[in-house]
């Protein structure tokens, strides 16, 4: 019978993506039709598991739960109510979804409201208890596609979900509140989810609760325990709430949400992992509990960093946030079981919290939270390590226990029932049955099994590879398999299927060491030589190897690196040993167990065979590394460390060699190339050349090239031959035929550059020999220039129209003169004058000279110059300055600068404009004075004082400060009149000239006319 809930060791779970064939017809349910990328399709309301066909859903990965719950309890704690608003943001998987599913559970949880991205949506809901299925079903008003956000209302009483084995998980009212336990569909009475442990995502989660809870034992503090870190604890002081919140950052599968509410002595502190960081540690204790358990709880919350330290050394890293636990006795309600709750896992007494429970848990925040189950037929694989791995840490890790897994777990083997074995780990029939035997003990003799099988090393790599290769995902048996395939090197198919996926008992696995001797033992040996190999199985495990019967237990020599400088008689080898191809196959004969000590994990007697064979060095190996390495084909044998390989050397030969020859015409730059035919594969060679006897520095190539020096002597080459199996060997060729004066290679010369007089023209060499020293010679027409040596050439004003060409002479030394002369060029053209645009110099404004300033023309050009005014020349205005007159008042000026040189076009560059020419500015100003007395009739003459010349005057007479009618223009004299007697006479005197600004001078006034 599969134990009931209340007798398991505890309740969890992991990854794996396996898929049994009695599962095929319960996952092959309806699917959306295919759709194109345009077309619209309904989730599919099942995530494909075989245990749980009608929970979880498709279409859609859930990235993130918002989840905002108000708890009030009832007089009777099992009709206490929730308010809950839960935001779900997911992201298509498929084609845009015109529908979709959610799991949500309660038959008095109303659905209040649904949006999807803030717009209303339609909804069903679908509830099938006998079926296990409780459907949400969402129709947004348009079809969603990528990212979406689900928010769903909702309130009522939740309930408690009972499981197909009869026990209890999801909302379950406790003595003082409730606790919210998943594993393995629960969640979808707390809210609705995707509710299958391969869609996982993170969480916020706020817990509004009363600050107090009243219960048969009174009044006291509440709190609410979740997942992740608590981030605020929001107090209501006047409505007597607090909001507890709480955010996981790691995914999280629904079956690991943890939400339990009541009286609790709420324990904070730290957890000092490995690497020297802290991690917060929150424990929530029963306040119902004795001082004495309490103490307890407070003494084993202490062993919490040893044994997370302890289990990072063999799985990695913590991958939490935070830790802790939630201690809360539940006796004679529904959850009565320890459960790996992800970050703080849950204890329904003291005494679970107590013992190897704590151990247990705390694994499943790597096996079962970290790296989660794809499928619940997966669940072997995070509950067999968690209850393999108490074991093997107060075994190994803290030293507290004498018995080890490798005992433990053959004993509980051996010892058990064919009827334990009838439900394999991996393919389950039915729900029923997911906590039975088979999901702990079974998958933890597993677990052991496989690392007897791979041996220690390859395990460990495998256990810890899982959470990294796989960190914060959903696998399944075949990603397991496969990783742990390829972390040992070996085949392990039909392993998973005896301990996975077949019905019955499984086969405990051999685990035997082969070790490798010879004679001699190390040195070396002359060819023709014999040496022999002793091999020895020695059986490290508890079963017999190769039993009457049973599979044989095969061990391996790896002999090619002997059989190619030795040979070995396959004909007379002893019995169970063959030769296939170069590996020494050998059948261990049936070998009994040896002695084993009471929970020793390795035997204090054991039991070994051994058998030897001889191989023959060839006559023609030398200096060579005979290395045999033992193994096994068959899973559980390993190299012992006492001898995997043995290494034997052989005497060295001189290596088999020809002298070398030289191929090439002995000529200054033509190459010489050394020729080592006749020496053995694989020789390396150095290179020393020589003329005349005399070794060449440097020339240590397979290839020489003679230089200059060499001419008329010979050239030989000493070859030396390396060889790891052989002596150096050192050969010298014959002399080659005197070295010859060396052919030079001509280019082809060519012009560059435009043919125009003023511009330079290059010769470019073209190929020439390396080396080659060149000297030039330009001619215009086919005739020399005479001094035109140099490696450019600038057309001359007489060159005009005429073609260049330049001859190249190359010379080095030990080589032979050679000339060429390059195709003409085109016909020389005239030059380009190098021709500024000229600027102005000076302010514009009558009687005030302009400069040009023309710029940096091409030497030797000579400048012209053209004033203009409004554009239009102005006559006789061609020097390089000119002063505005009356006549350009307003107008602007340029200046046409025009360049012209013998050989060259004409050119002309032409000024910016000035502003309009200003007004002049007269230099003296008038500063006039009144010549007489002021007496009536008698004549006032004016004096007007400085002024430019080619001014005109003219007066203005003023008596008592008012012009005098008639008393201006050129009149210079005034007669005060009888009416002006006693008041002052002042004169103004007006300067004006042509194109400039007309100025004027006022007198001092004159005494009282009299």
Same mark, same amino acid.
Request: charged residues 15%; glycine residues 10%.
């Given at each position: 019978m599969p134990l009931p809930r209340s007798l398991r060791?505890?309740? *969890? =779970?992991?990854?794996?993506?396996?898929?049994?064939?009695?599962?095929? $017809?319960?996952?092959?349910?309806?699917?959306?039709?295919?759709?194109?990328? &345009?077309?619209?399709?309904?989730?599919?309301?099942? *995530?494909?598991?075989?245990?749980?066909? %009608?929970?979880?859903?498709?279409?859609?990965? +859930?990235q993130h739960y918002d989840l905002d719950l108000a708890w009030t309890p009832a007089t009777d704690l099992a009709r206490s109510t929730i308010e809950a608003t839960a935001a779900i943001r997911a992201r298509t998987t498929g084609a845009p979804l015109s529908s979709y599913s959610l799991d949500l559970e309660g038959p008095e949880l109303t659905v209040e409201n649904v949006t999807v991205d803030g717009v209303a949506a339609t909804w069903t809901r679908d509830e099938q208890p006998d079926l296990i299925r409780h459907k949400l079903v969402v129709t947004p008003a348009t079809a969603v596609s990528g990212e979406f956000t689900t928010v769903v209302t909702y309130a009522g009483v939740p309930t408690k979900h009972t499981d197909a084995d009869g026990s209890a998980e999801g909302w379950n009212a406790t003595n003082d509140g409730a606790t919210f336990l998943n594993q393995p569909v629960g969640a979808m009475t707390g809210f609705p989810s995707n509710n299958t442990p391969a869609d996982k995502a993170t969480y916020t989660i706020d817990i509004d609760i009363p600050s107090t809870i009243t219960n048969a034992a009174g009044t006291g503090a509440s709190a609410a325990a979740s997942n992740g870190e608590l981030v605020d604890k929001d107090v209501d002081a006047a409505a007597g709430r607090t909001t507890w919140r709480w955010r996981q950052t790691r995914p999280m599968a629904t079956e690991l949400v943890l939400i339990s509410i009541g009286k609790y002595d709420v324990a904070q502190g730290e957890v000092t992992l490995s690497d020297g960081s802290t991690i917060p540690e929150w424990t929530f204790v029963d306040s119902a509990l004795t001082p004495a358990d309490k103490l307890l709880i407070a003494n084993r919350r202490d062993a919490q960093g040893p044994i997370t330290r302890g289990l990072e050394s063999v799985f990695g890293p913590y991958p939490g946030g935070s830790t802790g636990a939630v201690i809360d006795v539940v006796t004679g309600l529904g959850i009565n079981y320890a459960l790996e709750t992800q970050d703080r896992s849950f204890f329904p007494s003291t005494a679970t919290f107590l013992?190897?429970?704590?151990?247990? &848990?705390?694994?499943?925040?790597?096996?079962? %939270?970290?790296?989660?189950?794809? +499928?619940?037929?997966?669940?072997?694989?995070? &509950?067999?390590?968690?209850?393999?791995?108490?074991?093997?840490?107060? %075994?190994?890790? $803290?030293?507290?226990?004498?018995?080890? %897994?490798?005992? =433990?777990?053959?004993?509980?083997?051996? *010892?058990?029932?064919?009827?334990?074995?009838?439900?394999?780990?991996?393919?389950?029939?039915?729900?029923?049955?997911?906590?039975?035997?088979?999901?702990?003990? @079974?998958?933890?003799?597993?677990?052991?099994? !496989?690392?007897?099988?791979?041996?220690?090393?390859?395990?460990?790599?495998?256990?810890?590879?899982?959470?990294?290769?796989?960190?914060?995902?959903?696998?399944?048996?075949?990603?397991? &398999?496969?990783?742990?395939?390829?972390?040992?090197?070996?085949?392990?198919?039909?392993?998973?299927?005896?301990?996975?996926?077949?019905?019955?008992?499984?086969?405990?696995?051999?685990?035997?060491?082969?070790?490798?001797?010879?004679?001699?033992?190390?040195?070396?040996?002359?060819?023709?030589?014999a040496v022999t190999y002793t091999l020895t199985a020695t059986n490290m495990g508890r079963v017999a190897l190769s039993p009457a019967g049973g599979p044989a237990s095969v061990a391996t020599v790896d002999l090619a690196d002997v059989l190619d400088d030795a040979t070995i008689d396959a004909a007379a080898l002893p019995a169970g040993v063959t030769l296939d191809g170069t590996t020494l196959v050998w059948t261990v004969p049936t070998l009994a167990a040896g002695t084993f000590v009471t929970g020793a994990s390795a035997p204090t007697l054991p039991t070994s065979t051994s058998v030897s064979f001889p191989v023959t060095v060839k006559p023609t190996a030398s200096a060579a590394s005979l290395r045999a390495t033992a193994g096994s084909r068959t899973l559980g044998g390993f190299c012992s460390p006492a001898g995997c390989t043995s290494t034997v050397g052989v005497t060295a030969q001189p290596l088999p060699s020809a002298d070398p020859t030289i191929t090439g015409t002995p000529a200054v730059g033509q190459t010489l190339t050394a020729v080592t035919d006749g020496w053995a594969e694989g020789t390396t060679f150095a290179y020393q050349w020589s003329v005349a006897g005399a070794a060449v520095e440097g020339a240590n190539a397979s290839t020489f090239v003679p230089r200059a020096a060499d001419v008329d002597k010979t050239v030989t080459v000493a070859v030396t031959g390396t060889h790891p199996r052989y002596t150096d060997v050192t050969r010298t060729s014959a002399p080659t035929a005197p070295v010859a004066l060396g052919t030079q290679q001509a280019g082809t010369p060519s012009v560059a550059g435009t043919p125009a007089v003023g511009r330079p023209l290059t010769a470019r060499p073209g190929t020439w020999t390396p080396g080659t020293a060149f000297t030039y010679q330009w001619s215009v027409a086919g005739t020399a220039v005479e001094g035109a040596?140099?490696?450019?050439?600038?057309? @001359?004003?007489?060159?005009?129209?005429?073609?260049?060409?330049?001859?190249?002479?190359?010379?080095?030394?030990?080589?032979?003169?050679?000339?060429?002369?390059?195709?003409? *060029?085109?016909? +020389? !053209?005239?030059?380009?004058? +190098?021709?500024?645009?000229?600027?102005?110099?000076?302010?514009?404004?009558?009687? =005030?000279?302009?400069?040009? @300033?023309?710029?940096?023309?091409?030497?030797?050009?000579?400048?012209?110059?053209?004033?203009? @005014?409004?554009?239009?020349?102005?006559?006789?205005?061609?020097?390089?300055?000119?002063?505005?007159?009356?006549?350009?008042l307003g107008a602007v000026l340029q200046v046409v600068v025009t360049g012209s040189k013998d050989g060259y076009t004409t050119v002309s560059r032409t000024s910016a404009v000035t502003d309009p020419v200003a007004p002049g500015r007269q230099t003296l100003r008038p500063a006039p004075r009144i010549a007489g007395k002021p007496v009536v009739g008698r004549t006032l003459r004016a004096v007007p004082g400085r002024r430019d010349p080619g001014v005109a005057l003219t007066y203005r007479w003023y008596v008592a400060g008012q012009a005098v009618p008639g008393a201006r223009g050129s009149r210079s004299t005034f007669v005060p009149r009888r009416a002006d007697r006693g008041d002052r006479v002042r004169l103004v005197v007006t300067a004006t000239k042509p194109g400039y600004a007309t100025v004027t001078g006022r007198s001092a006034p004159t005494a009282r006319v009299r």
């Open positions: 060791p505890t309740r *969890s =779970r992991l990854a794996v993506a396996l898929v049994p064939a009695v599962a095929a $017809a319960a996952l092959a349910l309806p699917q959306a039709a295919p759709a194109s990328a &345009e077309e619209t399709v309904a989730g599919a309301q099942t *995530s494909g598991d075989a245990l749980f066909p %009608n929970v979880g859903n498709g279409g859609y990965d +859930v013992g190897d429970t704590l151990t247990h &848990e705390i694994t499943h925040q790597w096996y079962g %939270n970290h790296v989660s189950p794809r +499928v619940w037929n997966d669940i072997w694989i995070n &509950e067999g390590m968690a209850t393999w791995a108490p074991g093997h840490y107060n %075994n190994v890790i $803290a030293g507290t226990s004498t018995t080890s %897994n490798h005992a =433990r777990y053959y004993s509980s083997w051996n *010892s058990g029932t064919a009827a334990q074995y009838r439900t394999p780990p991996g393919n389950m029939p039915d729900s029923a049955v997911l906590y039975g035997y088979q999901t702990y003990t @079974r998958s933890a003799q597993l677990w052991e099994a !496989l690392k007897l099988s791979i041996g220690d090393p390859a395990f460990f790599r495998f256990v810890k590879q899982w959470q990294t290769t796989y960190a914060g995902q959903s696998r399944g048996l075949a990603d397991f &398999e496969a990783l742990a395939e390829s972390v040992s090197g070996r085949d392990l198919g039909a392993f998973f299927q005896d301990w996975v996926l077949d019905p019955d008992k499984p086969a405990w696995p051999q685990r035997y060491d082969v070790k490798l001797a010879s004679q001699p033992v190390s040195g070396t040996v002359a060819p023709g030589s040596t140099a490696g450019t050439f600038t057309p @001359r004003p007489a060159d005009l129209g005429k073609t260049v060409t330049v001859t190249l002479t190359g010379t080095q030394d030990g080589y032979a003169a050679a000339s060429a002369t390059s195709e003409p *060029s085109s016909p +020389v !053209l005239r030059g380009t004058l +190098v021709a500024p645009t000229p600027t102005l110099a000076g302010t514009p404004q009558v009687g =005030r000279p302009l400069a040009a @300033r023309p710029g940096a023309w091409t030497e030797g050009a000579t400048l012209t110059y053209q004033w203009r @005014r409004g554009g239009r020349p102005i006559a006789g205005a061609t020097a390089a300055s000119y002063t505005p007159g009356a006549a350009d």
